[in-house]
């Protein structure tokens, strides 16, 4: 068990992808540092069940830290509070994030017209500006060890092909703007960061996710339909992430796996862990 004792800091660990992150990483017999805004029942349907919370409340192997990663205080508080706790960082996973659904009425496309620049300056705030703060933070010990993983979880709606020689990009008629256009510049960051540390033997890559059926997705489908539009494509369960995020937490820089993007749903059917259709079905 590569990642038995191994300490492995989840933002945004609360619920959802995270919540997911937390039990998949102490299956295999880590310490988590489990960090979110809030904690308890979210009141939307995916979450209501508190039993989670609880779980790991009860755990030694487990420290709860309530933390807003747009506070430097409260991100260095954190991390002093890791390393009292367990004394290292072995693998940081980047989970947290504002969602486009969090800072707009449900199921209401809104263009990047429309959007206002407090918007944008709200959603880099989390998803960019907070994870840095985060992984400036929790990324020492790793260095000063020379060892290390950083895992940040990012989208596909950031990807672009080429076609005839143009850059085009993936699916931007879903109006994602500002959160899309904040995940590409973390995902650029990272792709810069993990050269930067080579040298320091930290590996440092991304997870793009299938189509989710995360926190507050039902609502938000929902609303989608009342407003006309479609609840888009077949979602997939929280967990479908765990497996290359287990693979990633063990790889160092020296493995060669270092600055990549991982595509979940892919990397699980090349890899014996189910097709998309299994990740479908409830557990």
């Known amino acids: 068990m590569a990642l038995k004792d191994k300490v492995v800091v989840v933002t945004g660990a609360g619920r959802g992808m995270g919540a997911c992150y937390v039990r998949g990483f102490l299956a295999e017999g880590a310490k988590i540092v489990a960090l979110d805004y809030v904690w308890g029942s979210t009141g939307v349907s995916y979450d209501k069940d508190e039993s989670y919370t609880e779980e790991i409340r009860s755990r030694n192997d487990v420290l709860i830290v309530t933390?807003?990663?747009t506070s430097n205080a409260q991100v260095r508080a954190a991390y002093e509070a890791a390393m009292k706790r367990f004394g290292t960082v072995?693998?940081?996973?980047?989970?947290?994030?504002?969602?486009?659904?969090?800072?707009?009425?449900?199921?209401?496309?809104?263009?990047?017209?429309?959007?206002t620049v407090a918007d944008f300056e709200k959603s880099y705030a989390v998803n960019v500006?907070?994870?840095?703060?985060?992984t400036q933070a929790f990324i020492h010990p790793m260095i000063e060890k020379r060892s290390g993983s950083i895992i940040?979880?990012?989208?596909?709606?950031?990807?672009?092909?080429?076609?005839?020689g143009a850059w085009v990009a993936r699916r931007p008629w879903t109006k994602e703007q500002p959160y899309m256009s904040a995940k590409a510049a973390l995902a650029n960051m990272m792709f810069y960061?993990?050269?930067?540390?080579?040298?320091?033997?930290?590996?440092?890559?991304?997870?793009?996710?299938?189509?989710?059926?995360?926190?507050?997705?039902?609502e938000w489908a929902d609303a989608q339909v009342a407003h006309g539009r479609t609840r888009g494509s077949a979602t997939v369960?929280?967990?479908?992430?765990?497996?290359?995020?287990?693979?990633?937490?063990?790889?160092?820089?020296?493995?060669?796996?270092?600055?990549?993007?991982f595509d979940a749903l892919?990397?699980?059917?090349?890899?014996?862990?189910?097709?998309?259709?299994i990740w479908s079905r409830p557990t």
Do not use: C, Y
Request: no cysteine; hydrophobic share 40%; glycine share 10%.
């Open 237 to 261: 369960r929280t967990d479908h992430v765990v497996p290359v995020a287990l693979f990633l937490a063990q790889q160092d820089a020296q493995s060669g796996n270092t600055g990549k993007a």
């Open 193 to 218: 960061l993990a050269e930067e540390v080579r040298e320091h033997n930290v590996a440092v890559n991304l997870i793009i996710p299938g189509h989710t059926r995360s926190t507050g997705f039902d």
């Open 67 to 69: 933390a807003d990663i």
């Open 129 to 134: 500006f907070g994870t840095l703060r985060v």
């Open 152 to 164: 940040t979880v990012v989208s596909s709606g950031l990807l672009m092909s080429s076609n005839s």
């Open 266 to 277: 892919v990397w699980n059917l090349e890899h014996g862990h189910g097709s998309p259709e």
């Open 90 to 115: 072995d693998v940081l996973v980047n989970n947290a994030g504002l969602l486009q659904r969090s800072l707009f009425p449900p199921g209401r496309p809104v263009t990047t017209l429309e959007a």
